[in-house]
Nanobody
C-alpha cells in the first residue's frame, strides 16, 4: 500500500507564505513525477506545479514567480514553497505522485488534501 501524507496547510494573510510537504510511504520501487494540484468547490482540479525525477518542472501561469516546487528523492518527499499568497490561492491542495511498486509498473496516487486559506 502506498500513501501520500501532506502537511503545511493553514490560514494566512494575503502576502504571507506557506510551505507544503508531501511524503510518500509504502513498498516503493521508484517515483517518477510528483506534483501539487488544487481544487475549489464547483471547479475541476487543476495543476499547480509538477516535477519529474529528472528535475523538469512546470507551473500554472498564475503562480509563476511566487511558488517553487522542490524534491528530496532520498526521502520520497515533495515540497511547495508558496510566497506572496493571494486570496485567489485559497483551495484544497492535493499531492500527486506517479509511483512504481512491485506489483504495478506505474500508477497515480493522491493525498487526501490540505486546506489553504488566504485572507484579504
Amino acid at each position: 500500500q502506498v500513501q501520500l501524507q501532506e502537511s503545511g496547510g493553514g490560514l494566512v494573510q494575503a502576502g504571507g507564505s506557506l510551505r507544503l510537504s508531501c511524503a510518500a510511504s509504502g513498498i516503493i520501487v521508484s517515483i517518477d513525477a510528483m506534483g501539487w494540484y488544487r481544487q475549489v468547490p464547483g471547479k475541476q482540479r487543476e495543476l499547480v506545479a509538477r516535477s519529474t525525477s529528472g528535475g523538469d518542472t512546470v507551473y500554472k501561469d498564475s503562480v509563476k514567480g511566487r511558488f517553487t516546487i522542490s524534491r528530496d528523492n532520498a526521502k520520497n518527499t515533495v515540497y511547495l514553497q508558496m510566497n506572496s499568497l493571494k486570496p485567489e490561492d485559497t483551495a484544497v491542495y492535493y499531492c500527486n505522485a506517479y509511483v512504481k511498486t512491485l506489483s504495478v509498473f506505474g500508477m497515480d496516487y493522491w493525498g487526501k488534501g490540505t486546506l489553504v486559506t488566504v485572507s484579504s
